[in-house]
C-alpha cells in the first residue's frame, strides 16, 4: 500500500508531513515502551500548544493541500507567548485565545518554564535543545518588569543591537545565534532588508533536535521504490525498510505507528490514510491523543521514505484567520513591554527543517516575531504659510476692532 501520508514528530511538539507505509499485523494487547509521564504543569502546556499546533497545521495545509509541511507550534507558541506577555486588553485576549494560552499570567509563565527546563535537560540519549532572546533597538528602553519575566520564566537574554544603522550587521548577527542553536539546519531566518529603522524588536526561539531510532533501519534494505503523490502520479524515492514490534493501531480511515528514539521521552508517529475517495476531515489533537491511547505492540513491516524537507512561512495571515488580530495592526496594545502603545508585531516568521533516515531524525526550528513602531499618526494640522499678501483683523470678542491688508511687510 503506498500512499501519501503525514508524519507528525511527538518531539517538543515538531510537526511535519510525508511518508509511506506498509504494514499488516496481528494485536497483541501488550505496550511495547512507556514514554515518561509529564508533570500535570507541562501536560496543561502542551495540550494547549498542540491544539494550536494543528490549527495552524490545518490553516497552512488549507493554503497549500498539495505542499510539504513542516512547522513547530513549540517555537511558534513560544516566540508568540514571550511577545504576548507584554500585551495588554483585547490584544492580550486575542493571542491567549488563538494560543489556548491561561489567562493566569503566573500559570502561564510557570507552565513555560517548566516545559522550558524540562527540554532542556541534559540526557546521554539524544539532543533536544531550546533558546530564546530578545533582539533589542540598542535606543529603545524596556520595562524592568517585562525584562524580568523573559529572563525569569522563559529563560531568555536580551541583546540590544544597531537596527537604525546597521541592519544588515544586525540580521547576520540574529541569523548566527540561530545557526548556532539549530546545528546549522536554519541560517536565514531574518531575511536581508527586514529590519528598518522602524524595527524594535524581535523575539526569536530556536528549538533542536537528534535523536537514533530505537531499532535502527538497515541502509542495505532501502531501496528505491514508487510514491504515489496526491495528484495520483507517482516518483521514485529511497524507501527504508524493517519489520520489528512497534506500537500500532488503525481505524476506518488511518493507520498509525510510532517509532521511538532512544531514551523513553521522544517518539515519531506516522499516520498514513486509507486509500479511499472519500475526503477526510482535517487531523486534530483531540484525535492524535486519542490513538495514542489505542496503539498497541504488533509485529510491523514498514517501508518509510528517507527524506529532508523545509518550510518556512510568514504566518501573520494565517494568525490573522485563526483570531489573532490587533496583534499587527495600529490598535495593538504592548505597553506592557515598554510602557507604551506605539509597538505592534509587522510579521512572525516560521522555518522548520527534518531529516530522517536510516539512522534516526534531525530536526530544528526557529520562529521571529519582528516589532516594529506603529507607523506615524497621520498630522491633522494645518500648514499655513503666510509668504504673499494678506488681510488680517484684530477682533475683541465679536467687536472687530483693526482691520487691515498687508501688501509689503517690509515697509
Known sequence: MKSKFYILLKLAIIAGIISTLYCCATPIKEILYTPEKPSQTTESLANQINTFSFDLFNQLKANAPDENIILSGFSIETAIAMTGEGAKENTASEIQSTLYLSSDTKQRTAQFQHLIESINRPTTNYTLTTVNDLWL??????????????????????????????????????????????????NDLIPLGFITDLTQLILTNAIYFKGQWNTKFKAEHTIQEPFTLSSKNTIQVPMMFIKSDFNYTEDQDYQIIELPYKGSSISFMAILPKPSENKLTPLTHSKIDQWSQQLIKQNVTLRLPKFTSKSKYSLKEPLNKLG???????????????????????????????????????????????MITKASP?????????????????????????????????S
Open 137 to 186: 533597538n540598542n535606543k529603545k528602553s524596556l520595562l524592568p518588569s517585562y525584562q524580568s519575566l523573559i529572563k525569569t520564566y522563559y529563560n531568555g537574554s536580551i541583546t540590544p543591537l544597531d537596527f537604525e544603522n546597521k541592519p544588515q550587521e544586525s540580521t547576520n548577527t540574529i541569523n548566527t545565534w540561530i545557526a548556532d542553536h539549530t546545528n546549522q539546519m536554519i
Open 378 to 410: 497621520i498630522d491633522n494640522t494645518i500648514t499655513m504659510t503666510i509668504n504673499r499678501p494678506f488681510t488680517f483683523l484684530i477682533k475683541y470678542r465679536d467687536v472687530i476692532l483693526f482691520l487691515g491688508h498687508v501688501a509689503d511687510p517690509s
Open 324 to 370: 489573532m488580530i490587533s496583534a499587527f495592526n495600529d490598535s495593538a496594545n504592548f505597553s506592557g513591554i515598554d510602557g507604551t502603545k506605539q509597538l505592534k508585531i509587522a510579521d512572525v516568521i516560521h522555518e522548520a527543517v527534518v531529516k530522517v533516515n536510516e539512522e534516526g531524525s534531525e530536526a530544528a526550528a526557529a520562529t521571529g516575531v519582528i
